[in-house]
């Protein structure tokens, strides 16, 4: 058996199921840096979208284009928080637009951006302790991760916590269009023949559906510490 990585952990799951909440709380706890590899999807579809570029069907060159005129920076603030920087530009609430997650799975379908942010999230290490979000983290990013976790809630509870965040929404949003929202992007993210959204097998299932945000918390430090 290869041996674990012990300084990574990782978070999955499907959209709005609280990750980036949770991951944020538990990188406190555990005084390690926080990562989201959404918001570098998120960044890239942005730029997608800056190009006028219809993401459902670009070709590959055209991805690699744009690729090709971005650069990806991480710093530490002077709180030590880790911020990633778009183009000499701190990323900001930009990439939490609607529009940016309409289309943002479609990008992430493509092999040259997979291929062009794996790299980048596999030399987060160098940092010490990490707890990194996403999708395919302990499947594919960080296969020998010793702490992985895969977090879910019900759809009605997720589009109920979606619908809470500020400036994710459309103005005229519901219960109902952004769970339709949601249910679409998952159902992309999981079929894709890249690194697809999945539970890695020694990943720790956890519900969050009937759970607060602290109880969760609590139960993935625990596990940690156990
Ligand atoms: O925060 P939310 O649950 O809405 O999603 P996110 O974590 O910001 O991720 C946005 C999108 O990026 C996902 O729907 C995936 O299409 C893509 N993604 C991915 O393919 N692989 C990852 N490791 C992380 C995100």
């Known amino acids: ?6 300084n990574v952990i990782a978070i999955d799951g499907p959209a709005a199921s609280g990750k980036s909440t949770i991951a944020q709380l538990v990188a406190e706890k555990m005084k390690a840096y926080y990562i989201s590899t959404g918001n570098m999807y998120r960044a890239i579809a942005y730029k997608i979208l800056e190009n006028n570029i219809k993401a459902e069907s670009a ?9 090709s005129n971005i650069k990806l920076d991480f710093k530490k603030d002077s709180d030590d928080n880790l911020i990633m920087i778009l183009n000499g530009k701190p990323l900001g609430q930009e990439i939490r637009k609607p ?11 493509s092999p040259a951006v997979r291929k062009w942010l794996l790299d980048k999230q596999r030399s987060l290490t160098h940092l010490g302790l990490i707890v990194i979000e996403g999708r395919d983290i302990g499947t594919v990013v ?25 400036g994710e929404n459309a103005s005229d949003a519901t219960v109902e269009t952004v ?14 023949k890249i690194a697809p959204l999945k539970q890695a097998d020694d990943a720790v299932l956890v519900d969050s559906s009937n759970m607060n945000k602290n109880e969760v918390v609590e139960y993935i430090v625990s596990k940690i510490n156990t």
């Open 99 to 109: 529009e940016v997650a309409n289309i943002v799975s479609y990008v992430a379908k």
């Open 179 to 192: 769970s339709k929202a949601i249910a679409q992007r998952d159902k992309i993210d999981s079929n894709r």
């Open 1 to 6: 058996m290869s041996e674990k990585i012990k």
């Open 59 to 67: 070709e590959e060159e055209t991805f690699e284009k744009v690729l």
């Open 142 to 166: 960080f296969p020998d991760a010793k702490f992985k976790f895969f977090l879910t809630a019900s759809p009605t509870v997720r589009a109920k916590r979606r619908l809470k965040q500020d």
